[in-house]
Structures are given as C-alpha cells and as structure tokens.
C-alpha cells in the first residue's frame, strides 16, 4: 500500500528527518547574518501595561526610617498578594516624603499594574520633579500620555528627551523614534514624529529617524520615500545600506533588495556585517550555493566566528555536501561550542553513513535546545535497528511521560518501530493507548488505520479514515490512504477515483498521491495514464514502491526490457524493501 506513512524510520544512506532543524534552520540563519540589520530597525514591543516603565532594581537611594519602612513593607506585601492600588498608594507616598526616585518608579508600575493611569503619571511626574531628564522617566510618561491621548504633553516631554541628545549621534531624532516604535497608539505617533521633525525638514538625522519608525509602522512607501536624501548623503553608511534592503524586502522586492546589497557589499567587500546580511537575503531566497560562497568569505574575514562556521555547515549539510558539512561542525565541537545543533547535526551526518554508534554518541550529546525532542526520537529508533526495540519503546515512554507535548509523537514513533519490525498488533496496540488521552487524534488514527492495512483488516482500516475525514475533509493524507485501498483492494473505483482527485485538487505535486492516481488508472486497464502519473511522480520524487508500480505496469503492458531495468535498478537501491521483491516474485523475474 503506497501511501504516506507517519513512521519516522528513514531510508538508508540518506539524511534522517530534519525535525526542527529545517524549520528553524534558515531562520536561524537569517538571524545571525541580518543582525545588523535587525539591530537597526527593532524594538522591544511592550504587551503589558506594565512595560511602559522598564525593570531595573532599586538605586539604593532609599534611608528609611521605622515608621517609612513599615510603610513600604505594607507596599511589598500587597505587591504579593496582587492588591496593587493599595501598593501603588504606599509607594507613591514614601516617594513623596523621601524624594526617592525608586519608589516613585515602585509606585508607577504598581499603579499600572492597578490599572490607575492617573496615580501613575502622579508617580512618573514626581519622578521628574526629583529626577528632570531621567531617560527613563521621560520615556515611560511619554508612553502614558500617548496611551492617555494627551498628545501635547507627549510632545513636550519628547522634545525634552530630544534636545538631551541633541550632541549626540542622530541628534535625539533616532532615539526618539525608537521610543515611538514601541508605542501602541500608531497615528499619534507618527503624528508626534512629523510635528519633532517638522522645523528640521532639510536634516539627515531627522529623514533618517522618520524613515525608521514608518518602517516600524509598516508605512513602507514612506520609509522608502523618506530615506531617499539619506541615501544621497550618507549611502555608504552600513545602518543606510541595510535600513534601505530591509524596506525593499518589506515591500517584497527581495531580488531588488539582493542586487541593491550585492553592490554594496562589492563595494565595500572586507564589511562583515553587510557580507553577513547578504549571505543571509541569498539563503532565505533559496540560493544556497551563493550563500555558502559568502560564508566561506565571511570566515575569511572571522575565522573563528563560530555563527559563521555553523552555517556554513548547515548550508553543506542542504546541499548534501556531507564531507564539508562534517568538517564544520566538527571544527566547532575541536572549539567547544555549547551550540546544541553541533552533535545533532554531526548525528545526522553518522546517520547518513549507516554508523549508527557514532549518531547515537552524538544524539546523546543533545541535551537541550530545538533538536532535543527529535534527537531524542532518533536515539530510539536507531536503538531498534539495533534490535533492541524493547529498550526502544522504554526510551520512548520515558519521554511521552516527561514531555507531555511530545506524547503523541513518541506514539507515533514507538507504533512505528512496531510496524517495522511486523508486530502490528502491538503496534494498533500503542495508538489505541495514545487515542484514549488523545481522543479523535487524527495522526493516531491515520497511523493506526495503516496499520490495520498492513494486516489486512480493511474494515476497521476504512472505519478509522472515515472519522479522519468526518473531522476534516480535506486531510490529503486520509483521501489518498482510502483512494488507494478502494483501487488497489476493491472494485470500488468510482470512489476511488472520487477520494484521489480530491487529494490532488489539493496537494497535486504529491508523488504520493500521483502515484495512487496511476495505480487506479492501471487497475482500470488505462495503461498510458498510469505511466503517465506514475513517471510524473517519480520525476518529484524518487521512490522505491513508485518505482515497483512501474515496473509492474511495463511488464503488463508488454514493456518487458523496460520494466526489467526498472526493477533491477530500484532492487540495486533498495534491496529490502518488501513490496518490491513481491512485485519482482509475482512476475517471476
């Protein structure tokens, strides 16, 4: 029965399931090499009231005498116990009386925490009465007022916060900006931005700052626009060069953007940090052999630079370069990186040369991070190859106990290794387990219903697909499992033919599904459109059993040297593999 299966077993002498690894893989990437430029345009985005006023411990200014001190031990306690108004009063008091600038913070954040904006700008503005151009102050009640609509008092405490950097680089204009950014109420900071910069039209620094925060606000146009007169002034400045490929990227130009970064990067070939985002814009483009060529320049510049090694063995890994991918990754565990990814990834590379001591040595080095769950899995089915499947499925109920979120998957595993190994009732056994905690599970019961499958209980199989399907009618996997066993073991075909076309209408470049489509096609006596199906689902993705339905469909034809060749190059790939050696002894070859 062709069809996908949920067990994680990979063929051999090929890479093992990717896990999180391909998810986050370039992602990760492209975090490391556009540091520069996500260092230009982030901010930290507040999602409590609370956040207006940034943590930071106590000065220590405070000298409390006994009766202040039971005050503030009143403050504390209700803090505990979440009565924040009465904490925010004590505090805001204390502060009053001692001129302390801590507890006036104390105060403003409990206040929030009350929801009182009005005792928390009492407390921000005694701050300021004590504390003028704390940046910190400054920045928290401007964030109120914005929140309060109290635009013109915002205002004024940005232009004061402004004016305190003026001597400094951006002139206070980019500061500014960044403390806008964070701002939830985005007109009327953007407003408050036009109104800072309005009497400095012909300034790069204010150009600069507004071109930041419209990007901030999505307004790319603009930022793109605004940054324009920047560019002509400052265009070899690293933060310019890569706000502009970010705003082109925004604005989904990524080849615009690519080409715009080549050049600079041509121009100014020793800059690490714009190589770094280049590499990274290459990468998440998909064109990985450029990327590599870039890493291997920016180790050129940083050899030692463990981020750039990492990718770079990554991206040989991607592009099945195993020696190279090896050579990296074995140069940062020689430097000690505590990167988790280094033996996950040197695993991999074990797994793929059948050196399953290696992959499990290296597995077990995995003891956190992204690729711990998966590392995990893989040490459980590497120690069922090795025949120990009852250590296999300890190993697995180890882990379904101490990581509930991994549970159905280590279900899935665990039935898997089960179905290898010919125990299907154990394996139904472990998925119907799992389906007691995870009723309606449709992986349980799509992995359960194969392998009623495979032991020919075709009712119960059919039984748990149609519940997959009650849930969710477009589950490819489930249309394409039922299509082919009314194909293959029935003469059901008008159903068949029904469930298939539905999987392709939605996941058509499945080869998968493709090759059901065939196989119904050649069980309906149509043999060209099956050889059509089948050749097109081999050009995505080769496959052993596709390759058997191949075979099988030529000999029928007459095609008898062809399908000769067929099977005897798929026999030579996969030599194990049970459905093809039936095929080949079904036809007597």
Same mark, same amino acid.
């Given at each position: 029965?062709?069809?996908?299966?949920?067990?994680?077993?990979?063929?051999?002498?090929?890479?093992?399931?990717r896990g999180?690894w391909?998810?986050c893989?370039?992602?990760?990437?492209?975090?490391?090499t556009f540091?520069?430029?996500?260092?230009c345009?982030?901010?930290?985005?507040?999602?409590?009231?609370?956040?207006?006023?940034?943590?930071?411990?106590?000065?220590?200014?405070s000298?409390?005498?006994?009766?202040?001190? +039971?005050?503030?031990?009143v403050?504390?306690?209700?803090? !505990?116990?979440?009565?924040?108004?009465?904490?925010a009063?004590?505090?805001?008091?204390?502060?009053?009386?001692n001129?302390?600038?801590?507890?006036?913070?104390?105060?403003?954040?409990?206040?929030m925490?009350?929801?009182?904006?009005?005792?928390?700008?009492?407390?921000?503005?005694?701050?300021?009465?004590?504390?003028p151009?704390?940046e910190?102050?400054?920045?928290?009640?401007?964030?109120?007022?914005?929140?309060?609509?109290?635009?013109?008092?915002? +205002?004024? @405490?940005?232009?004061?916060i402004?004016?305190?950097?003026?001597?400094?680089e951006?002139?206070?204009?980019?500061?500014?900006?960044?403390?806008?950014?964070?701002?939830?109420?985005?007109?009327?900071?953007?407003?408050l931005?036009?109104r800072?910069?309005?009497?400095?039209?012909?300034?790069?620094?204010?150009?600069?700052?507004?071109?930041?925060?419209?990007?901030?606000?999505?307004?790319?146009e @603009?930022?793109?626009?605004?940054?324009?007169?920047?560019?002509?002034?400052?265009?070899?400045?690293? !933060?310019?060069?890569?706000?502009k490929?970010?705003i082109?990227r925004?604005?989904?130009?990524?080849?615009?953007?690519a080409?715009f970064?080549?050049?600079?990067?041509a121009r100014?070939?020793?800059?690490?940090?714009?190589?770094?985002?280049?590499?990274?814009?290459?990468?998440?483009a998909?064109?990985?052999e450029?990327?590599?060529?870039?890493?291997?320049?920016?180790s050129e510049?940083?050899?030692?630079?463990?981020?750039v =090694? &990492?990718?770079?063995?990554?991206?040989?890994?991607?592009?099945?370069?195993?020696d190279a991918?090896?050579?990296? &990754?074995?140069a940062?565990s020689?430097?000690?990186?505590?990167?988790?990814?280094?033996?996950?990834?040197?695993a991999?590379?074990?797994?793929?040369?059948?050196?399953?001591?290696?992959?499990?040595?290296?597995?077990?080095?995995?003891?956190?991070?992204?690729?711990?769950?998966?590392?995990?899995?893989?040490?459980?089915?590497?120690?069922?190859?090795?025949?120990? *499947?009852?250590?296999?499925?300890?190993?697995?109920?180890?882990?379904?106990?101490?990581?509930?979120?991994?549970?159905v998957?280590?279900?899935?595993?665990?039935?898997?290794?089960?179905?290898?190994?010919n125990?299907f009732?154990?394996?139904?056994?472990?998925?119907?387990?799992?389906?007691?905690?995870?009723?309606?599970?449709?992986?349980l019961?799509?992995?359960?219903?194969l392998?009623?499958?495979? =032991?020919? @209980?075709?009712?119960?199989?059919?039984?748990?697909?149609?519940v997959?399907?009650?849930?969710?009618?477009n589950n490819?996997?489930?249309?394409?499992?039922l299509?082919? +066993?009314l194909?293959?073991?029935?003469?059901?075909?008008?159903?068949a033919e029904?469930?298939?076309k539905?999987?392709?209408?939605?996941?058509?470049?499945?080869?998968?599904?493709?090759?059901?489509?065939?196989?119904?096609?050649?069980?309906?006596?149509?043999?060209?459109?099956?050889?059509?199906y089948?050749?097109?689902?081999?050009?995505?993705?080769?496959?052993?059993?596709?390759?058997?339905?191949?075979?099988? *469909?030529?000999?029928?034809?007459?095609?008898?040297?062809?399908?000769?060749?067929?099977?005897?190059?798929?026999?030579?790939?996969?030599?194990?593999?049970?459905?093809?050696?039936?095929?080949?002894?079904?036809?007597?070859?």
């Amino acid at each position: 029965m062709r069809i996908e299966s949920s067990k994680s077993v990979h063929p051999k002498g090929t890479l093992p399931p990717r896990g999180a690894w391909q998810s986050c893989l370039f992602m990760a990437i492209t975090i490391v090499t556009f540091a520069g430029l996500v260092s230009c345009a982030s901010t930290n985005k507040q999602t409590k009231s609370t956040a207006l006023i940034a943590p930071q411990q106590s000065t220590g200014e405070s000298s409390l005498d006994k009766e202040d001190l +039971y005050d503030y031990l009143v403050a504390d306690i209700s803090t !505990q116990r979440q009565q924040h108004n009465v904490a925010a009063a004590n505090y805001l008091a204390l502060a009053r009386r001692n001129a302390d600038t801590s507890l006036a913070e104390l105060a403003a954040r409990s206040a929030m925490q009350a929801g009182d904006s009005k005792q928390a700008l009492e407390a921000l503005e005694l701050w300021l009465d004590i504390k003028p151009n704390d940046e910190r102050a400054l920045a928290s009640v401007t964030r109120l007022y914005l929140s309060e609509q109290r635009v013109d008092d915002a +205002y004024a @405490r940005l232009e004061q916060i402004r004016v305190s950097r003026a001597e400094e680089e951006g002139k206070g204009f980019l500061y500014v900006a960044r403390l806008l950014a964070a701002a939830r109420q985005r007109d009327a900071a953007a407003g408050l931005m036009d109104r800072l910069t309005a009497e400095h039209s012909d300034d790069i620094d204010a150009a600069y700052a507004t071109s930041y925060l419209a990007l901030q606000f999505g307004q790319y146009e @603009r930022a793109n626009r605004e940054l324009e007169p920047v560019l002509q002034q400052r265009g070899e400045q690293q !933060q310019v060069i890569l706000q502009k490929t970010l705003i082109l990227r925004r604005m989904q130009k990524n080849d615009e953007a690519a080409e715009f970064l080549a050049a600079a990067v041509a121009r100014q070939a020793n800059n690490f940090d714009l190589r770094s985002a280049y590499a990274g814009l290459l990468v998440d483009a998909g064109r990985y052999e450029e990327a590599l060529d870039q890493y291997q320049r920016l180790s050129e510049l940083a050899p030692d630079n463990d981020e750039v =090694t &990492f990718a770079r063995g990554l991206l040989s890994l991607q592009l099945q370069q195993i020696d190279a991918a090896e050579m990296q &990754f074995k140069a940062l565990s020689q430097r000690g990186s505590s990167n988790p990814g280094v033996p996950y990834n040197l695993a991999r590379i074990a797994e793929v040369r059948e050196d399953i001591d290696s992959a499990l040595r290296f597995y077990s080095q995995v003891t956190g991070g992204q690729n711990y769950t998966e590392a995990q899995l893989r040490i459980a089915v590497l120690t069922a190859i090795q025949g120990d *499947i009852p250590t296999a499925r300890a190993q697995l109920g180890v882990l379904r106990t101490n990581i509930p979120a991994m549970a159905v998957q280590a279900s899935l595993t665990e039935g898997g290794l089960l179905q290898d190994a010919n125990l299907f009732d154990e394996a139904i056994a472990v998925y119907t387990e799992a389906l007691t905690t995870k009723p309606g599970n449709t992986q349980l019961l799509y992995a359960r219903s194969l392998a009623y499958a495979q =032991t020919d @209980r075709f009712e119960l199989f059919e039984q748990d697909v149609q519940v997959i399907l009650a849930r969710d009618a477009n589950n490819t996997d489930a249309l394409n499992a039922l299509g082919y +066993y009314l194909a293959d073991s029935t003469t059901r075909y008008d159903e068949a033919e029904k469930y298939i076309k539905r999987a392709l209408e939605l996941k058509g470049e499945s080869h998968f599904i493709l090759d059901s489509y065939g196989w119904l096609q050649f069980r309906l006596g149509r043999y060209d459109e099956a050889l059509s199906y089948i050749r097109r689902a081999l050009d995505i993705q080769s496959d052993t059993e596709i390759s058997a339905h191949l075979g099988e *469909i030529l000999w029928v034809k007459g095609e008898r040297e062809e399908a000769r060749r067929v099977l005897r190059k798929a026999s030579k790939e996969d030599p194990e593999n049970k459905v093809l050696q039936e095929v080949i002894q079904r036809l007597g070859l």
